[in-house]
């Protein structure tokens, strides 16, 4: 257990590794949230005409 903690205790890994999900993670749903305004915007301009 005391390898564990030791390793945790660096911080730093853990802290980069976590910024970069959270990054990709804001990314990914930057990305979706377009798909969906431009399938919206799609559907309502085909229910126009």
């Known amino acids: 257990m005391s390898d564990?903690?030791?390793k945790n205790s660096k911080g730093k890994p853990a802290t980069s590794r976590e910024d970069r999900l959270k990054a990709a993670l804001k990314a990914n749903m930057a990305k979706r949230k377009a798909?969906?305004?431009a399938r919206a915007?799609?559907?309502d301009d085909?229910?126009?005409e």
């Open 4 to 6: 564990k903690q030791s």
């Open 35 to 37: 798909q969906a305004r």
């Open 41 to 43: 915007s799609s559907s």
């Open 46 to 48: 085909t229910q126009k």
